[in-house]
């Protein structure tokens, strides 16, 4: 069975970040698009069975949520975190 040798391993090529994060945001925003309408109060929405407020428009008929307070952005970035060092250590591990 062949070794890999770690000098012949190639690195994945360096992403843009920003562009990384423009198409997270975009991944995000058409599925939360595709399930928002079941809440919506908005007669388009609930015919088509998704948002029919345009793209990068937020739709009136949506319920509107609370802003969170610091204590849950910072619960949620710690777990965002969490996960993510979990996803690269399974990365790094099956390698």
Do not use: H, Y
């Not at 008929?61 to 910072?74: C, N, S, V």
């Amino acid at each position: 069975m062949p070794t890999r040798d770690a000098a012949k391993v190639e690195p994945e090529p360096a992403r843009d970040i920003d562009a990384l994060r423009r198409e997270l945001a975009e991944k995000l925003e058409a599925f939360v698009r595709q399930n928002a309408w079941q809440s919506c109060t908005r007669p388009p929405c609930k015919r088509a069975r998704a948002c029919r407020a345009g793209r990068g428009a937020e739709c009136e008929g949506l319920p509107k949520l609370p802003e969170p307070t610091p204590e849950q952005w910072d619960r949620t970035r710690f777990f965002l975190k969490r996960a993510l060092e979990r996803r690269l250590g399974e990365r790094r591990g099956g390698e």
